[in-house]
């Protein structure tokens, strides 16, 4: 059985950074596409920013330029920084790896307030 486990959520003001980790766990070798995407209650999961195993990087519009993925070299983490967090960014951050099948993590709350 395969895991994600997401960290690093929690509360910070607006202008402030967060970073998120995931790590995978079970029986997995590595994974390919890793990446993050977040859920607000009444709106659809929205896709936050991927990575795939060559390294090439996605995101969304919302949050380029403020957002950075990375994973390790083993391929069983990724990493999710969030600078300049803005209370839009509130939602439930999940964690998504790709090898073969798709997985999930149990996600985790960032909430951006004053």
């Known amino acids: 059985q395969v895991q994600l486990t997401e960290s690093g959520g929690g509360l910070v003001q607006p202008g402030g950074s967060l970073r998120l980790s995931c790590v995978a766990s079970?029986?997995?070798?590595?994974?390919?596409?890793m990446g993050w995407y977040r859920q607000v209650p009444g709106k659809e999961r929205e896709r936050v920013a991927v990575?795939?195993?060559?390294?090439?990087?996605t995101y969304a519009e919302s949050v380029k330029g403020r957002f950075t993925i990375s994973r390790d070299k083993a391929f069983k983490m990724v990493y999710l920084q969030m600078n300049s967090l803005k209370p839009e960014d509130t939602a439930v951050y999940l964690c998504?790896?790709?090898?073969?099948?798709?997985?999930w993590g149990q996600g985790i709350q960032v909430t951006v307030s004053a």
């Open positions: 998504y790896g790709r090898a073969g099948a798709e997985y």
């Open positions: 079970g029986r997995i070798s590595s994974f390919g596409t």
């Open positions: 990575i795939t195993g060559g390294g090439i990087t």
